[in-house]
């Protein structure tokens, strides 16, 4: 091989690969040496090194520099330190460090020798476009990609990714999708591999994500941050569901993202396999955010319920299959879009509803305060219905309700306090470590009162957990636990020595 084919082959790799000239070199010099290597009787170590400016390639004979003569394997490819010092006296040497001389360069090699060198240059430079293609996707997860379909197979579609082959599993491909080879495709990248048979890319068309890259593209108002697409949600191949606000107040987002005639929005449907999309105005205000994500149906009126994020819809007798969808579809997009739970119902169930919790609402606190139907009942309707709000909101609040005197408030708000201090006292109580758990050997004063929190008082309690169950309870170490529940078990082990 001459020192102009070392150049033209490097040249021609490295743009055809597209990868840089020093590895596609460095390949060509492990081939050299591999070539070498074939030519020699020995089975020696050989290193090449090739000019990168002139194409010139020296080849060097190298051994492993080993302490003594028990440690040497390989007399070909290893010397022991003395001989190293004897053979090469004007170098210094070290365990474990390299001697090396010039051997005769060949310019040409047998039919094996070159088939060998063909064989690492290819392994090579395999090995550096998977680098390459890993490292030039694996920051790019999450972002629309445009590719076109290779070929199609039962389990997969393989597309063909800027010259990057991606699979779009099955389970990916949007509801009754056909592909076929030569369709052009827009996707999300969803994941990237490193695998030793190379990078494996997994691009996904369901993802909500894939409808807002889409409307950043054919919306210029969106792709320049004038409009905001805060959320979507999709039933993929029937129906999606986007959250849209303008920057602008002299911009409609909604007649924006729909376009002239519809142009925009039927775009990004032609683009999903002609799903349908209602594009939503979003609101900081949860209740008419939810009101308008459940379009077209109308809805009379909501109930909030902050604690356990859900919202009670009542909507007209004729509004509600129009509010729930097929099959849940319009109440279900609503729901993720919004992030709120919601509770469709009729305002004759919603009456039934609330009638039921106003009812238990006079029952708890009949028992709690121990008072009267009527009284309660009272209570209830004027919206004091926990112990809290009758012990803690002003007086005055409750002397304005109808037939309250300043006696009968004073009694309930006392009823209420005590209810509340005798609650206190008995959750005290629930989480107080016994005295065997608290005076136990490794034990201390937090970690009692953690267990005891979590349902384990007493040694007995503790000696019946596993390890895992209490790691899982508590969140402490896994082996201080190991420790302290066999702590705990020492008695029985005691009892079972003393036992007949």
Known sequence: MTKDDVLMMADVLSKEKDIGHDIVFEAIEAALATATRKRNREDIEV???????????EAFRQWEIMEDDTAVESPARQMTLPAAEISYPDESHEVGGIVEEPLEVVATFGRIEAQAAKQVISQKVREAERARVYEEFKDRVGEMVQ????????????????????????????????????????????????????????????????????????VPEVGQGVIEILGAARDPGSRAKIAVRSQDKRIDPVGACVGIRGARVQSVSNEINLERIDIITWSENPAEFVIKALQ????????????????????????????IGR???????????????????????????????????????MTQLNIDAEV???????????????????????????????????????????????????ELERTRPEPDLQNMEGMD?????????????????????????????????????????????????????NAP
């Open 376 to 426: 309660a009942g009272v209570l209830v309707e004027e919206g004091f219905v926990t112990p809290e709000e009758v012990a803690y909101v002003p007086a005055q609040e409750l002397l304005d309700v109808e037939g309250f005197d300043e006696e009968l408030v004073e009694q309930l708000r006392e009823r209420a306090r005590d209810f509340l201090d005798i609650r206190e006292i008995a």
């Open 47 to 57: 290193r090449v090194k090739i000019d990168r400016e002139t194409g010139d390639y």
């Open 147 to 218: 590719g076109v379909v290779k070929r199609v197979g039962n389990r997969e579609a393989i597309v063909d990714l800027e010259g990057v082959e991606a699979s779009l599993p099955r389970s990916n491909w949007i509801d009754r999708e056909i592909l076929r080879s030569g369709d052009r495709i827009k996707s999300i990248l969803s994941e990237v591999r490193s695998e030793p048979r190379g990078p494996q890319l997994i691009v996904d068309r369901r993802s909500p994500e894939l409808v807002i890259k889409l409307f950043q593209l054919e």
């Open 296 to 323: 077209p149906a109308d809805v009379d009126s909501i109930l909030v319920d902050e604690e356990s994020k859900a919202m009670d819809v009542v909507v007209e007798e004729a509004q509600l299959s129009l509010a």
């Open 445 to 497: 004063e937090e970690t009692a009162v953690l267990f005891a929190s979590n349902g384990v008082r007493s040694m007995e309690e503790l000696a019946e957990c596993a390890t895992d169950e209490l790691v899982e309870l508590t969140g402490i170490d896994e082996v201080r636990a190991g420790e302290l529940i066999m702590t705990a078990r020492a008695p029985w082990f005691v009892e079972a020595q």
């Open 327 to 365: 099959g849940g579809q319009n109440v279900r997009l609503a729901s993720d879009l919004t992030g709120w739970e919601l509770n469709i119902m009729t305002d004759e169930a919603a009456a039934e509803k609330a009638e039921q919790e106003a009812q238990q609402s006079c029952e708890r606190l």
